[in-house]
């Protein structure tokens, strides 16, 4: 049986260039997606995605697998203490740039079921719809669209 994969597509209006450094820059991540991604983004690298309350909390941790900078990044994401069967699930995340738009793709495969996928679903929405708020307003929308029922 293959693993429950979500794959979203979002059309920025932002280089390439702009929305790489708003995914893998801890300060700038922590603006729009409640979580600080943190790393040296280099291949075999362990990255974290931090709260951004000061605790230093990781949420969510893996590896990055691969870095084709600005273009694509690939690494494993799990909860920190989280061992599953299969292993961690994994997020990809391509980049195409054609000329004042940049169109994002983040894939997040190998979920362990469908309720993961659903998950994943309404999660990628949110922070993705932030995301190119953020880009093309230089702000955040004005609540966390995580939390909206």
Not at 11 to 21: F, K, Q
Not at 52 to 71: K, M
Not at 73 to 84: F, I, K, Q, Y
């Amino acid at each position: 049986m293959t693993a429950p994969t979500h794959r979203a597509v979002v059309y920025l209006r932002a280089t390439p260039e702009r929305v790489w450094h708003a995914l893998t820059n801890a300060d700038e991540s922590g603006l729009y997606w409640g979580h600080r991604n943190v790393s040296t983004w280099l291949p075999g690298a362990p990255w974290e995605h931090r709260r951004t309350d000061g605790s230093g909390t990781a949420d969510v941790a893996g590896t990055v697998e691969a870095v084709d900078r600005p273009h694509r990044l690939v690494t494993t994401w799990a909860g920190p203490d989280e061992r599953r069967p299969g292993g961690p699930s994994r997020v990809t995340f391509d980049l195409d740039g054609w000329q004042d738009l940049t169109r994002l793709t983040v894939t997040h495969e190998d979920l362990a079921d469908e309720a993961e996928r659903a998950d994943a679903e309404r999660g990628w929405a949110a922070v993705l719809s932030n995301l190119k708020t953020y880009l093309e307003t230089g702000h955040p929308l004005p609540q966390p669209p995580w939390l909206m029922p």
